[in-house]
Every structure is written in C-alpha cells, then in structure tokens.
C-alpha cells in the first residue's frame, strides 16, 4: 500500500509533465530556438531569414509538431544552418518588441493574446502557425496548422532558397525532393 501511495503521485507528477509545453526540452540537441530579442540581435551580426513557431500551451497540434517535426533530425539540421528561430506563445502576457515596435497582451474572454501574435498571423488565432520572414524583418507569410516534417522541410526551402520570389508554391512543392523520410 505504501508503495501505491508513492508510486501515484510519481505517475500523476510524469503525465503532467509530459502535457507541459517546454520549449527547452526541444532545444536540447534539437533546433535552437531563440527569444524575439535574441533573434534580431543576432540578425544584426549576421543577416539570415527568420521562422517563427506560433504557439499555445493548450494546443495540441502545437506539441504534436514540437514532438515529431521540431525533432526531426533533417529539420533541425535545416532549420539551424539557415534560420534563425523563435518560438513565440501567442498568449503571453509581456509586452514584446519587434522591429521598434512594441506588442502588448490583449485580455479576451478568460484568454487573451499578445497584439504580435495578432499582427503576423493577420488576425487569424491559429495554432501552431509558422510564420517566415526576411533577412530584413519583412513578413514573407504564415503557413497555418500542423505541417509533418516532410512538408515543413519543403516551406523551409521553399523560402531559404528565395523560390517563394520567383515561382508559385505548387510548382515547387511538385518538384521539391527532400532529405527528409515520411
């Protein structure tokens, strides 16, 4: 019975931790992700586009992506070489500022958002949404929803290569060959 008692809350305190969404448990060996902060610092250093993970913590989808597209080691490897990332929780309640201009929290219902999320995701609260930028900090566009790594791998180059400028999705999508493994 003693060991019952012991061994329940052990169980309870492991399924609660596996539904946290920690950004940091990602990170390590994984894609290194960077605060808004961080990441235009670094673009001023070195100039690369950026990718953002628009987030909740409730999300399901979200942790689905963090678990298999987000680990997949093709992706990461991409994503690391050619981007600069950051993983943004579209409901956090700081003030945040990108590109000199500052993001507040926005109460709605018993949630709310923060006005950064609202902007780059055009009003659409969707999540997960990944968002791409230019080296210069200009909006290219959202891809809303879950992507498997597959497709994440072919938007990544998608937009690393600057094809998004010169040919229409689908083409590329039907010729794109990837190293990553469905």
Not at 39 to 54: G, N
Not at 96 to 114: E, L, M
Request: charged letters at 25%; a neutral charge.
């Amino acid at each position: 019975m003693k060991k019952l008692l012991f061994a329940v809350p052990f169980v309870i305190a492991l399924i609660a931790l596996s539904f946290i969404h920690t950004p940091k448990a990602v990170e390590e060996g994984g894609i290194k992700w960077m605060t808004i902060k961080e990441a235009q610092e670094a673009q001023k250093k070195q100039p690369r586009k950026i990718v953002v993970d628009v987030y909740t913590g409730w999300c399901g989808w979200c942790k689905r992506m963090d678990a298999t597209t987000f680990a997949n080691p093709e992706v990461v490897k991409y994503v690391n070489e050619n981007f600069y990332a950051i993983k943004f929780d579209a409901e956090i309640q700081e003030t945040v500022n990108f590109n000199g201009k500052d993001y507040k929290y926005v109460t709605q219902g018993s949630r709310g958002y923060n006005e950064w999320a609202a902007e780059i995701l055009s009003g659409q609260l969707s999540y997960p949404t990944t968002v791409y930028f230019d080296e210069q900090l200009n909006e290219i566009f959202p891809v809303p929803g879950y992507q498997d790594p597959k497709t994440f791998e072919s938007v990544l180059n998608f937009v690393a290569s600057n094809s998004y400028k010169t040919i229409k999705w689908e083409d590329y999508e039907a010729k794109f060959k990837g190293k990553v493994q469905q």
